[in-house]
């Protein structure tokens, strides 16, 4: 079993539509990342959070340290929301760096 | 501002041929500076971290070495490729705790 797990895997919507992506993780750790990878492979650090809820824009995310899941959701989506979306947790312990990451989810935003 | 520079952003090499990958970062100093590799329907893994020149901490036993130069210069190299070499490499740095910015990444397919 994978330490960092994400669902789902793909997903497809509709523009407009409200999107939630899962992360699940089995280690302690001391922060989460959300990251958003577009089709050219570049990737940006969407947010860093270690407890309750961060928003940009559009983008909602949240963490329950107790239940060690994170999600992450999009309002209003729209096809430029098109990419792929990694969660990625820095455990205690780990060397610096060392992001224990997700699958990543494959969202595609339909017009 | 910030900036990091990734090149080649894409390259298809033989089995056996030798590899150089060069990270460049602008606009801060003594980053910590990060290789990840991120192979075919897997997750991001970490190579290769340096906290300054000339320091180099491997995560991953292979046949791939990082170098760093210079402040902001990373290097990925290897003498003989493998075709499970094949993958999107990225370069990332931070300058306090995990990475949080990533370079536009190179594509590597080895044949």
């Known amino acids: 079993k994978n330490e960092v797990e994400q669902s789902p895997q793909n997903l497809t919507a509709q523009e407009g539509e409200f999107i939630t992506i899962n992360c699940s993780y089995s280690v302690g750790i001391s922060a989460l990342h959300w990251l958003q990878q577009h089709p050219g492979g570049g990737i940006v650090s969407l947010f860093m959070l270690s407890s309750g809820k961060k928003k940009h824009g559009r983008l909602i995310a949240t963490i329950n340290i107790q239940e060690k899941h994170s999600s992450l959701h999009i309002t209003a989506s729209h096809p430029r929301d098109s990419a792929v979306y990694i969660c990625a947790a820095m455990n205690y312990g780990g060397s610096q760096g060392n992001l224990i990451f997700g699958k990543g989810t494959k969202l595609s935003v339909k017009p | 501002s910030q900036t990091i520079h990734q090149w080649p952003a894409t390259l298809v090499q033989p089995v056996g041929s030798p590899l150089s990958l060069e990270c460049t970062v602008e606009?801060?100093?003594?980053?910590?500076l990060y290789w990840y590799r991120q192979a075919a329907g897997r997750g991001l893994q970490l190579l290769f971290y340096?906290?300054?020149?000339?320091?180099i901490s491997s995560e991953v036993p292979q046949n791939l070495s990082a170098s760093r130069p210079q402040d902001r210069q990373f290097i990925l190299s290897s003498k003989k490729l493998l075709l499970s070499d094949s993958g999107f490499y990225l370069c990332?740095?931070?300058?306090?705790?995990?990475?949080?910015?990533f370079g536009p990444g190179t594509r590597l397919t080895v044949l």
């Open positions: 340096s906290v300054g020149i000339g320091q």
């Open positions: 606009g801060t100093s003594n980053p910590n």
């Open positions: 990332a740095w931070s300058v306090l705790g995990p990475p949080l910015y």
